[in-house]
């Protein structure tokens, strides 16, 4: 099998012990482009850097185990969609259920056959890749970015019918997200830690790509100031918390259609 000519995958290999991040790298660098990660922290730093392929994790470690990480990956916007294999020791039953249970797209026990892990890989990268390009290309894509979870799940809730919604929790972290999807429409909240909406708003029409990016604001305030400063600061619209979900669809439709 040679993979030589194909773009070369990049994945990242998440294990406690360092024989087996060498092992696998051994065998697998050939093929893929391979990122050893021996910690939860690793990992996570090395995901601010690089977007991988496809992760491939083990369960048994010290400090935090594979069910810990990937609830985490989960649980984030920009790497819950990352495919991520267990590749573990465990081979009994219940913990195959268990790391299928919490997203996983298959389990490896170890040791393996290189050609087989390599065919696994191949087959969850290239049906991955092929969810992505159908997903970018069927509905308009929206980001909504609020500090509070309830509210997103609302606003996912309103809008996915007819857009693509992804959702953020950490203000912090829209700016890292921008560099690898790319929203035709972004809903910020005003009041937020780290980094509020006034101040986002302008970091992202900063930004070449976006500086024409609608983007609707959202507070549970909207005083007359408030609106006045956000229109000036470039945002597109204004929305009064609490709303309601036809509200947000008919403001949301005013600047970005969905495909029909």
Not at 97 to 124: M, N, Q
Request: glycine share 4%; net charge negative; with cysteine.
């Amino acid at each position: 099998m040679d993979n030589t000519e194909k773009e070369r995958y990049k994945i990242i290999y998440v294990d406690d012990v360092s024989t087996s991040l060498v092992t696998l790298k051994r065998r697998l660098s050939g093929y893929y482009e391979v990122y050893p990660a021996e910690s939860a922290e690793v990992l996570f730093n090395a995901l601010e850097k690089i977007t991988p392929d496809l992760i491939l994790l083990d369960i048994n470690m010290p400090d935090h185990d594979g069910y810990e990480i990937i609830g985490e990956l989960k649980e984030d916007e920009r790497y819950a969609n990352i495919p991520v294999i267990f590749f573990t020791s465990n081979r009994d039953r219940k913990s195959v259920i268990r790391g299928l249970s919490f997203g996983a797209v298959d389990y490896i026990i170890k040791p393996f056959e290189t050609t087989s892990l390599i065919e696994c890989i191949e087959k969850h990268v290239t049906a991955s890749r092929a969810g992505k390009v159908k997903e970018e290309s069927s509905k308009p894509r929206i980001l909504a970015v609020d500090d509070v979870v309830s509210e997103l799940k609302i606003i996912k809730a309103a809008l996915s019918g007819d857009y693509i919604v992804h959702t953020i929790s950490k203000p912090e972290a829209v700016l890292d997200f921008l560099k690898i999807r790319y929203p035709d429409l972004i809903i910020l909240d005003y009041l937020m830690p780290m980094l509020n909406g006034f101040e986002l708003i302008g970091m992202i029409h900063d930004i070449p790509e976006y500086k024409d990016t609608p983007i609707i604001m959202l507070t549970s305030e909207g005083t007359a100031s408030q609106v006045k400063e956000a229109i000036s600061l470039g945002a597109c619209d204004f929305i009064v918390k609490p709303f309601k979900e036809s509200e947000l669809r008919e403001k949301v439709a005013e600047h970005i259609k969905p495909l029909v």
